[in-house]
């Protein structure tokens, strides 16, 4: 069976070093006053980089606690963590994603096609915090020792 919480774990910490060092050129931008990213005509550009570096790194810190969570929560089956695991992953990349490419091509002060990736991910997400939730009273608790 896979091993669902050193999954989460892992991707959780590679994502939060992708997204720190997202974060880092972000402000590497702004500190040598890149115009492509400081002009108020790229106010969108911005401010969709910044969402996406926000909930990038939330996701991450979502998926080492999710990781921890499983290792202590008792026995959950494949069952119950395939979908979790599932919706997780892919709202870790869509919504993101759907921020970051939304900023790269934007019209008119409105964000690219990308932005329409977000809503799914949104979707992804409010799926798993609900399965997670629901998980978390299903399980056994593990025997004290």
Same mark, same amino acid.
């Given at each position: 069976? +896979?091993?669902? #919480?050193?999954? &989460?774990?892992? %991707? *959780?910490?590679?994502?939060?070093?992708?997204?720190?060092?997202? @974060?880092?050129?972000?402000?590497?931008?702004?500190?040598?006053?890149?115009?492509?990213?400081?002009?108020?005509?790229?106010?969108t550009r911005r401010l969709m980089?910044?969402?996406?570096?926000?909930?990038? +790194?939330?996701? #991450?810190?979502? &998926?080492?606690? %999710? *990781?921890?969570?499983?290792?202590?929560?008792?026995?959950?089956? @494949?069952?119950?963590?395939?979908?979790?695991?599932?919706?997780?992953?892919?709202?870790?990349?869509?919504?993101?994603?759907?921020?970051?490419?939304?900023?790269?091509?934007?019209?008119?002060?409105?964000?690219?096609?990308?932005i329409l990736l977000v809503p799914f991910g949104a979707?992804?997400?409010?799926?798993?915090?609900?399965?997670?939730?629901?998980?978390?009273?299903?399980?056994?608790?593990?025997?004290?020792?």
């Open positions: 069976m +896979t091993d669902y #919480a050193r999954r &989460h774990i892992r %991707f *959780g910490w590679w994502s939060l070093l992708v997204f720190a060092t997202a @974060g880092l050129v972000l402000e590497t931008l702004h500190g040598f006053k890149v115009r492509a990213y400081l002009d108020v005509s790229n106010e980089w910044t969402l996406a570096h926000a909930h990038g +790194t939330l996701l #991450a810190l979502v &998926h080492v606690i %999710f *990781g921890v969570t499983v290792r202590g929560a008792g026995e959950w089956t @494949g069952r119950t963590l395939r979908p979790i695991s599932s919706a997780l992953m892919g709202a870790s990349v869509l919504l993101p994603g759907g921020f970051f490419l939304g900023g790269i091509v934007f019209y008119s002060g409105d964000p690219g096609l990308g979707v992804l997400l409010i799926a798993a915090l609900f399965l997670i939730a629901r998980a978390t009273g299903d399980t056994k608790t593990p025997p004290a020792r």
